[in-house]
C-alpha cells in the first residue's frame, strides 16, 4: 500500500503537481508527505548498498604524494589524473563526512604551495606543477573554505597560521581580477573556468570577450568571505574576522540587489557590458540557495517555479544542468574539449540543488532526488564497476566518459570523483546527518 501511495504521489508531481503554486501551499504539501518518503525502507536500504559500494569507490580517487604534490592528493579517478580545484573540495569533504579531514587538509596544503606573489593559484595541478590552461585559469573561490572545514573537521585551526597570509591574497587577487567595480559582484575570466564548461548563461569560447556577473561565482566567494572570517577568528584575528564579515554581508546584498529578476522569481547572469539580465536558466542560476542567500519565500517561489518545473529543470533521473526550455538544450556526450553543462544530470549539481532544497524546507523533494541519483548510480556501478560524470536527462543514459574510454584490461575507465557526495544527500535523508557546507 505504501509503495503504491508513493508511486501515485511521484507520478503525480511530475505529471502537474508542481505547477506554478504559492510557496505557502507548497509548504502544506510536503510537511503532508515529508514522513511518508524519507521513512521508506526503500531509501535506507539504498542507502546501504550505496555506502557499501562507496567504500570500494573512493579508494580510486586517492593518490599518494609524489613529486610536486607533496602530500596525498585527491583526482576524478578514471578519465582525468590530475588534482582539479572543486572536485578535491567536494571529495575532500566527503572525507570529512567519513570521519578523514586530513584528505580536505591535504588538498589545501598541495594548492597553498602554488600560489604566486601575485595571489594566483591555478586550479588544477599535477605531479609536475601547476597546470595553468585557457589563460591563467585561477582556481575557483574554495580555498579558504576548504581550509575553514578541513579545520573544523579536525578540531584544529593551528595548523592555518603559517598560511593565513597567503589565503588573504589568493582573496585580494580575485577582487582585483574578477570584482566588478560598480556592483562589488563577482564574474569568470571564462566559464571553463567556473567548472560548468560550456554552460550557456556564460561565454565559453575564448574568442567570446563577453563576461557575466554570475550567481556561483559571486556565491562562492562569498563564501570564502565567511570561511576567512571564521579562520580569522579561531586564530584571534578580530579586526580581520570582523573586515570578512562585512564583506560577505555586502556581497550578499549585491547578490540580491543586482541577480535577482522579482518578475521571474529568478537568478541569473547580468552581461556586463549591457547591465541586463541574461535570462538562461540553467545550474549556475541556483547556486545562491546552497548558500542561503535567497530570503525564505523567494528562494521556495525560484524552487517551486523552476528548479520543480519538469518542463524546465526536473527530470525523471535527476534535476538538468540546464532548463529544457532553453534552445541549446541536449544531451549530447560531450567531454573533449569540454564537459557537456547544456542538460546532462550531473551528480555534483544535484548535490548542490539537494543543500538549497534542504535549506528552503523541500524534505521530500530531496528525499526523492537521493532515490533518484541513489539508483542511477549504484545501476551504474554493478554494470561498469565505476560511475560517470554526468547522464542523460531524459534516458538515463551514462554519458562521459563515453564507452569508447578503455583501460589496457578493455574496461570502461569511466569517473569517480563528487559523485561520492550522494551518498550525502542519502545519508540527510535516511540518518539526518547532513552535509550542507555550512560556515558557522
Keep these: 500500500m505504501k509503495k503504491a501511495f508513493l508511486l501515485c504521489m511521484t507520478i503525480g508531481m511530475m505529471a502537474g503537481c508542481n505547477q506554478k503554486k504559492t510557496p505557502n501551499n507548497k509548504a502544506m504539501v510536503n510537511t503532508e508527505l515529508a514522513d511518508d518518503f524519507t521513512n521508506d525502507e526503500k531509501l535506507k536500504e539504498l542507502y546501504a548498498q550505496l555506502s557499501e559500494s562507496f567504500v570500494g569507490q573512493s579508494k580510486k580517487v586517492i593518490q599518494p604524494g609524489e613529486g610536486y604534490l607533496e602530500y596525498p592528493y585527491l583526482i576524478p579517478s578514471g578519465f582525468y589524473k590530475q588534482m582539479w580545484d572543486w572536485d578535491g573540495f567536494f571529495m575532500g569533504n566527503y572525507f570529512v563526512s567519513k570521519g578523514k579531514p586530513e584528505y580536505l587538509k591535504y588538498w589545501a596544503l598541495n594548492l597553498i ?11 588544477c595541478a599535477t605531479t609536475k606543477g601547476p597546470r595553468p590552461i585557457f589563460g ?23 595548523w592555518a597560521q603559517p598560511y593565513y597570509g597567503q ?46 556577473l554570475a550567481p556561483d561565482a559571486s556565491t562562492l566567494q562569498y563564501k570564502e568571505y565567511l570561511a576567512q572570517a571564521g579562520i580569522a577568528k579561531a586564530l584571534g584575528k578580530e579586526n580581520d574576522a570582523k573586515v570578512y564579515a562585512e564583506k560577505a554581508e555586502a556581497l550578499k546584498k549585491a547578490i540580491n540587489t543586482y541577480l535577482w529578476s522579482k518578475e521571474d522569481q529568478m537568478y541569473y547572469t547580468i552581461d556586463r557590458e549591457t547591465g541586463h539580465f541574461y535570462k538562461r536558466v540553467s545550474y549556475s542560476s541556483f547556486v545562491p540557495l546552497m548558500a542561503g542567500i535567497a530570503p525564505q519565500e523567494e528562494g521556495r517561489a525560484m524552487i517551486q517555479n523552476h528548479l520543480l518545473d519538469p518542463k524546465q529543470m526536473k527530470a525523471k533521473y535527476g534535476f538538468r544542468s540546464l532548463s529544457a526550455e532553453d534552445p541549446d538544450y541536449n544531451n549530447k556526450n560531450i567531454i573533449v574539449p569540454f564537459s557537456n553543462w547544456q542538460g546532462p544530470v550531473w551528480p555534483i549539481a544535484n548535490y548542490i540543488y539537494s543543500i538549497g532544497l534542504k535549506k528552503y524546507g523541500f524534505e521530500n523533494e530531496v528525499a526523492w532526488l537521493g532515490e533518484a541519483l541513489g539508483t542511477l548510480l549504484l545501476k551504474d556501478i554493478e554494470k561498469h564497476d565505476t560511475m560517470h560524470e554526468n547522464y542523460s536527462a531524459e534516458t538515463g543514459e551514462p554519458l562521459a566518459p563515453s564507452d569508447d574510454h578503455v583501460d589496457e584490461n578493455g574496461n570502461i575507465v569511466g569517473f569517480v570523483s563528487w ?10 535523508v535516511v540518518n539526518d546527518n547532513w552535509m550542507l557546507l555550512d560556515i558557522d
Excluded at 186 to 197: K, L, N, P, T
Excluded at 419 to 428: M, Q, R, V
Design 167 to 212: 589565503l588573504k591574497k589568493v582573496l585580494e587577487y580575485r577582487e582585483r581580477t574578477q570584482q566588478d567595480e560598480k556592483t562589488g559582484l563577482f564574474y569568470w575570466d571564462i566559464a571553463m573556468q567556473s567548472g560548468a564548461d560550456n554552460n550557456p548563461a556564460m561565454n565559453y569560447f575564448q574568442e567570446d570577450k563577453r563576461s557575466f
Design 113 to 123: 604551495k602554488g600560489i604566486d606573489k601575485e595571489g594566483y593559484v591555478s586550479g
Design 419 to 428: 559523485n561520492l557526495c550522494t551518498e550525502n544527500i542519502l545519508d540527510g
Design 136 to 158: 591563467k585559469f585561477a582556481m575557483k573561490p574554495f580555498l579558504s573554505q576548504g581550509v575553514y572545514l578541513s579545520s573544523k573537521g579536525l578540531k584544529d585551526f593551528s
